[in-house]
């Protein structure tokens, strides 16, 4: 099977960059294009509540803040597929459910391939966060390839 457009999403962590490598690569090989997905999650509060006693101006620069650091991951996906000449776009959503995001937006483009990180959460850790992998996986109506 040829796999013509990948999704790769990226959270700016070193493994979601190994997988942003693996998927340039791939598409090279395959001469596929690329789309670099990044879920801009609503800025972590450090205590429940405190959201409505924190001045708008400090939650617009946390949310000012979260959408520079989406830009820079998205740029730096953006370039590794520019360096190596394959056809990329980038995509951010605002979500709080990464999983859903990426199989939507795998949906909604037409990508024929995922390929992203595991982070290797395992144990109480990985039940208690879950795995947007794991996740995925379950889901995916398209193949998932899974970078370690």
Not at 18 to 33: C, E, F, H, I, P
Not at 107 to 135: N, P, Y
Request: glycine letters at 8%; one cysteine or more.
């Amino acid at each position: 099977m040829s796999y013509r457009h990948l999704l790769v999403p990226c959270d700016g962590s070193e493994r979601s960059q190994r997988a942003v490598a693996q998927a340039v690569a791939l598409a090279v090989a395959l001469g596929s294009r690329l789309t670099v997905l990044h879920v801009q999650r609503s800025p972590a509060l450090p205590m429940p509540g405190l959201g409505e006693r924190l001045d708008p101006a400090t939650l617009q620069a946390l949310t000012r803040a979260a959408r520079d650091e989406a830009e820079r991951i998205l740029s730096r996906g953006l370039a590794a597929a520019q360096d190596a000449g394959v056809p990329a776009s980038a995509e951010r959503l605002e979500g709080e459910s990464p999983h859903r995001a990426i199989l939507e937006t795998a949906a909604r483009l037409g990508c024929d391939l995922i390929v992203m990180a595991s982070h290797g959460r395992r144990g109480l850790r990985g039940v208690l966060l879950g795995s947007e992998t794991q996740r995925v996986l379950v889901q995916a109506r398209v193949p998932v390839l899974v970078v370690r």
